[in-house]
């Protein structure tokens, strides 16, 4: 099976050093979400939700498109797709803290709403797939200009049962738009499990009804995740439409800060859940194939520490937003 991996990573491109990146960029983000976790549970920020177990796709969507040229809509677990684009784990610390430099929204919106002028990050709200109909909007701003530009968006599962997602896939599929639709399937909705949530198991059947491609992937598949975004990324380039894409990803905390899993999964469900853990997939897999040689994960791992808290101690030392900065972008000037 190793080997057969190994095949597969070298037929997608990917060499050791691409493969290397991406398990750095998995380390960052991970690193990142669990300190996020450890504010939160300070009282220091009131609210976080982890993108634990996303990360792998995540990376691989990211690291096909070109930041600051293609555009992205993103959901609140896309943490590590963020962090690929070129944000830093700086930017979102300034936000968790709501300090006034936070570039998502200069501390006006609660964690976990990303966003980047500098690299085509749009800002989005909390209502779940209304970034969807944005990114088909950017798409159709991008055939009009004639550019080679592309907009990613990402939702869970969850998402695909609401208007906006049906919207947005039958607009941009009717209209041949350059979007590539993610949906990263966690099985849970909240509480809410899939087979409570759709009549198919599987999201990707949908696009069927768009005459759209719809292509299924292992989310915890370093060489699969990046072939399936590459070759999404390329269609919607050459101007031949939208795909969606749907990676069957684990969530490994609770939906949220606020929530307990507990209540409503087994024991068993959970344990399972956390034995998939793409973090640990990938990394058995690297050091199986001699990408990661012996101990090199542990390095990267104490680098990216390091990294997080230097990033840590400039986030706590920024200043907090000033008090009659509260009413700006509230009201229009008269």
């Not at 983000?29 to 976080?48: K, P, T």
């Not at 024991?267 to 101990?295: H, M, S, W, Y």
Request: proline residues 4%; hydrophobic residues 40%; negative net charge.
């Amino acid at each position: 099976m190793t080997a057969a991996k190994a095949d597969q990573s070298r037929q997608a491109g990917l060499d050791p050093d691409i493969l290397r990146t991406m398990y750095r960029h998995m380390v960052r983000s991970r690193v990142l979400d669990e300190r996020m976790w450890v504010i939160n549970r300070q009282g220091r920020a009131s609210f976080w939700i982890s993108g634990m177990g996303h990360e792998t796709v995540q990376v691989a969507l990211g690291m096909n498109l070109r930041s600051g040229h293609d555009w992205v809509a993103p959901y609140y677990r896309d943490l590590a797709l963020t962090l690929v684009l070129g944000m830093t784990p700086r930017d979102q610390l300034l936000a968790i803290l709501a300090k006034a430099g936070d570039p998502n929204s200069g501390a006006r919106q609660m964690p976990a709403h990303f966003s980047s002028r500098e690299h085509n990050i749009i800002s989005t709200g909390s209502s779940v797939a209304t970034q969807l109909l944005h990114a088909a909007g950017i798409g159709l701003a991008i055939k009009v200009s004639g550019t080679d530009q592309v907009c990613a968006t990402c939702v869970g599962e969850g998402s695909t049962s609401e208007g906006s997602f049906h919207e947005a896939v039958n607009f941009s599929a009717t209209h041949k738009l350059p979007v590539v639709f993610l949906v990263e399937n966690n099985g849970y909705a909240i509480s809410v499990p899939l087979d409570k949530q759709m009549p198919t198991p599987d999201v990707a059947d949908r696009a069927k009804g768009y005459g759209i491609p719809g292509v299924i992937v292992d989310g915890g598949d370093l060489a699969g995740c990046f072939t399936a975004c590459r070759d999404a990324v390329d269609r919607a380039r050459r101007g031949e439409g939208p795909t969606i894409i749907e990676a069957k990803v684990q969530r490994l905390t609770s939906h949220s800060s606020d929530d307990d899993e507990k209540r409503y999964r087994s024991a068993d469900d959970i344990a399972a859940t956390r034995n998939q853990d793409c973090l640990t997939r990938c990394r058995a897999f690297l050091e199986e194939t001699g990408v990661l040689k012996p101990g090199e994960a542990d390095e990267i791992r104490g680098e990216m520490v390091r990294e997080l808290d230097i990033a840590m101690e400039e986030a706590e030392a920024a200043p907090s937003p000033a008090p009659e900065s509260a009413l700006l972008h509230v009201y229009g000037d008269v």
